[in-house]
């Protein structure tokens, strides 16, 4: 597994995190901003070159 596949998957676990603190807390500033970051993350997880 690369190093760069690690990250992103350590930052899921982050966002994901950051999303259940947004709903919990009802804070929907941390929420917007977990779920951008997160398909931001997935979108470099995803994509790979051949």
């Given amino acids: 597994m690369k190093t760069i ?3 992103a ?3 899921i676990i982050i ?7 947004g709903i ?7 929420l917007v901003m977990s ?3 997160l398909f931001a993350t997935s979108i470099s997880l ?3 070159k051949k």
């Fill in 5 to 7: 596949n690690k990250v």
């Fill in 35 to 37: 779920i951008l970051f």
């Fill in 9 to 11: 998957i350590f930052g």
């Fill in 46 to 48: 995803i994509n790979k």
């Fill in 15 to 21: 966002q994901v995190g950051g999303i259940i603190y």
């Fill in 24 to 30: 919990i807390n009802n804070a929907q500033d941390v």
